[in-house]
């Protein structure tokens, strides 16, 4: 059975950093993506980062230049490096991966809170 165990989150002030990583269990066969996805309350989730298996990544606008996408070899770890936090990124952040074959898989997520 595949999990992904999203790992990372905390409290931050303003302008700090975080890593946040995910990590898959399971046998996930023909992966297309991997990515991280957002959402705050009274907000509907959004896409943070991706990465596919080529290696091309695509930001949302709101993150580009300070948080940064990446996987191992394997494809089995993304992570999301993120610099220069506001407030506006807080959220509960989730790792996504897509498969060839349409298989999509969560994580359940990990909570960042950017606050003074």
């Known amino acids: 059975q595949v999990q992904l165990l999203e790992s990372g989150g905390d409290l931050v002030q303003p302008g700090g950093s975080l890593k946040l990583s995910c990590a898959a269990s399971?046998?996930?066969?023909?992966?297309?993506?991997m990515g991280w996805y957002r959402q705050s309350p009274g907000n509907e989730r959004e896409m943070v980062a991706t990465i596919r298996v080529n290696g091309n990544t695509d930001y949302s606008d709101s993150v580009k230049g300070r948080f940064t996408i990446s996987r191992n070899k394997s494809g089995s770890t993304v992570s999301l490096q993120m610099n220069h936090l506001k407030p506006e990124d807080t959220a509960l952040y989730s790792c996504?991966?897509?498969?060839?074959?349409?298989?999509?898989?969560w994580g359940q997520g990990t909570q960042v809170t950017v606050s003074s």
């Open positions: 399971g046998n996930i066969v023909g992966i297309y993506s």
């Open positions: 996504r991966i897509r498969t060839y074959a349409g298989a999509d898989y």
